[in-house]
């Protein structure tokens, strides 16, 4: 075995040139199977290991990419739809030599650092999830080319920015649908944070498959996915008086806090009040009722995500925008399947 083998002594033993061992090593593609066998065998039999900083230098790649969850600290180590995406992210970089940061936003709100930290070529590329109207930072990341793509739609249509998304508009439909399947007519809402595109196709949708029934919103709340507003929400919605028998809320977290809150006050669920959530949380199986709940796979999103920025990273053509179709879940809160 060479005493530190050098890309020269790969490229001499596979016989091939230094640019395509070179390419085959970095897994950039343009390089035939019969040259990309030949030289995984010399960087095996030779036992050589790529100089990482030698690399990062003549492809500019740092070997790291940013997921960026545009949420306090709180709110990501309390919520499983977040621990769902960090693995759908995770699991995507296996094949890779990628490595993760996770970037998160600070408690105050304040983006500065972050926006300092991903414009400063620090990463390759960046995956967002969470992100809401007024994030900073994507024009940011916009300026300084950084490739980017978004889990969820941009605000704005003309931002120019990739994304992998849920058709969430299907999904405020669809729980408003099989509301109205299993006999509710007095329906009311618990919505997330307004600011952000996944909570607007929600409240759109929802609102879409009452009027398709004919039917009027009785009450809304507006929350912001965590538990505390979905008990808020329920409170408001009690307080104004409205005979409810039927409750979306825009994420299991706020559903599951709605339901306790319904029944502290005697409401049965499902006799009395009826109520979906939005994620598929593995507390909405669990839950007392379990929780009918509409599907939201983050652990997929993220995936395509990430796949879609290493193509993104290597100069590959993509496609996109990639939508994925939601489903209920029906279960005993909502009284069962319609």
Request: hydrophobic share 40%; charged share 25%; glycine share 10%.
């Amino acid at each position: 075995m060479v005493q530190n083998p050098t890309l020269e002594d790969v490229a001499r033993a596979a016989g091939v040139s230094r640019a395509t061992a070179s390419r085959a090593i970095r897994g950039a593609g343009k390089v035939s199977s019969a040259a990309q066998e030949l030289v995984d065998r010399a960087v095996k039999d030779l036992g050589y290991v790529p100089n990482s900083a030698a690399r990062s230098l003549v492809t500019r790649e740092t070997g790291a990419v940013a997921l960026v969850v545009a949420e306090p600290d709180e709110r990501i180590f309390s919520d499983p739809f977040f621990g769902a995406a960090i693995a759908g992210v995770v699991e995507a970089l296996v094949p890779t030599d990628k490595q993760l940061i996770l970037a998160m936003r600070t408690r105050n709100g304040g983006d500065e650092r972050l926006e300092r930290y991903l414009g400063n070529q620090q990463v390759d590329g960046v995956v967002v999830i969470s992100h809401h109207d007024n994030d900073q930072f994507l024009a940011v990341l916009r300026e300084r080319a950084v490739p980017t793509v978004l889990v969820g739609r941009p605000a704005r249509p003309d931002a120019g920015m990739l994304y992998v998304d849920l058709d969430n508009r299907l999904g405020g439909k669809l729980a408003a649908e099989h509301l109205i399947g299993q006999g509710c007519t007095r329906l009311a809402t618990i919505t997330g944070p307004l600011d952000m595109p996944a909570a607007q196709d929600r409240l759109q949708g929802w609102r879409e498959g009452l009027e398709a029934a004919g039917i009027e919103e009785v009450a809304m709340s507006e929350g912001d996915f965590t538990p505390r507003t979905g008990r808020l929400g329920a409170q408001e919605l009690l307080a104004t008086g409205e005979r409810i028998d039927g409750v979306f809320a825009a994420s299991d977290m706020m559903a599951l806090t709605a339901l306790q809150e319904f029944e502290e006050h005697g409401l049965r669920v499902p006799d009395d009040i009826r109520v979906v959530g939005f994620d598929d949380s593995a507390m909405a199986e669990d839950s007392h009722p379990p929780l009918t709940t509409i599907t939201n796979p983050a652990r997929a999103m993220t995936g395509e995500a990430t796949r879609l920025l290493l193509a993104l990273i290597k100069g590959e053509e993509v496609e996109e925008p990639i939508v994925l179709t939601p489903s209920v879940l029906a279960r005993e809160s909502s009284g069962g399947a319609s």
